[in-house]
């Protein structure tokens, strides 16, 4: 174990600095290099760290969901692992969505908040996920937590199609996408904002992997508890 972790600090290091030189970019990018939007001004640059969180958490909780079905499917704790590590990246990007929106909705719509079907359903994923998490805790026994939190996942995905085609669905307060639509943004602000969304993308991956080797090393002591407990029982007898 302890020349895995040596080996694999190298790697993570040099992994880290690419995504804090690609956060630091993106942040340049958005904050200096693109152009000032005309009738928002210097307020709509949010929308490159707001937009591309939102696209990130969809991506995080795709990942969930390929967790949920690998370990439903096959029953190993690998798969568990990748979904719990999921759901907690994704809720961080879940949060930085809803807390960047209404910081944007209110100059721009004179509201902080409105109940349309973009924000009530992207509040709702976030609900369901901070369910998710708190539904594990309430569950000790490892097959058991990882099966019932598996089905949850599943039906608390069914949210996320919902949440990405609202604005198609339903007319609604939150404006339509405009980032491949002519007339929607100059290419310097598009290129601006498909990096940000590859930063933040970076930033995912990397979080997930991290807390997928600490939910590993988690798993490996809950097994030497439950190995202790046992045999404790063992002797008592």
């Known amino acids: 174990m302890a020349t895995e972790t040596k080996n694999d600090a190298a790697p993570q290091a040099v992994a880290s600095i690419i995504v804090a030189a690609m956060i630091g970019a993106a942040i340049y990018g958005a904050f200096i290099w693109a152009p000032t939007e005309k009738t928002m001004g210097f307020l709509q640059r949010i929308f490159y760290f707001h937009a591309a969180s939102g696209e990130v958490m969809l991506l995080a909780f795709c990942v969930v969901f390929i967790g949920n079905i690998g370990y439903l499917m096959r029953r190993k704790p690998e798969w568990d692992w990748l979904a ?3 759901v907690e ?26 109940w349309d079907a973009r924000l009530t ?6 609900i369901l996920y901070i369910s998710y998490l708190l539904l594990r805790r309430l569950i000790e026994n490892p097959e058991k937590r990882a099966v019932v939190s598996a089905v949850f996942g599943v039906f608390a995905f069914l949210d996320v199609p919902l949440v990405y ?20 943004l100059s290419p310097e602000m598009l290129k601006v904002f ?9 930033l995912m991956v990397m979080m997930i992997w991290r807390r997928y080797k600490l939910e590993s090393l988690r798993h490996s002591v809950e097994e030497l508890r439950i190995e202790a407990e046992y045999q404790n029982e063992g002797g008592a007898k």
């Open 121 to 126: 359903s992207t509040f709702v994923l976030w």
């Open 89 to 114: 990246v994704g809720l961080v990007f879940n949060t930085i969505s809803l807390v960047t929106g209404p910081i944007w909705a209110k100059p721009a719509w004179g509201i902080w908040w409105d």
């Open 194 to 202: 498909l990096f940000s969304m590859a930063a933040l993308s970076a």
């Open 165 to 184: 085609f609202s604005i198609w669905w339903w007319r609604t307060q939150h404006p339509p996408p405009l980032i491949f639509k002519s007339g929607g």
């Open 84 to 86: 719990t590590s999921g």
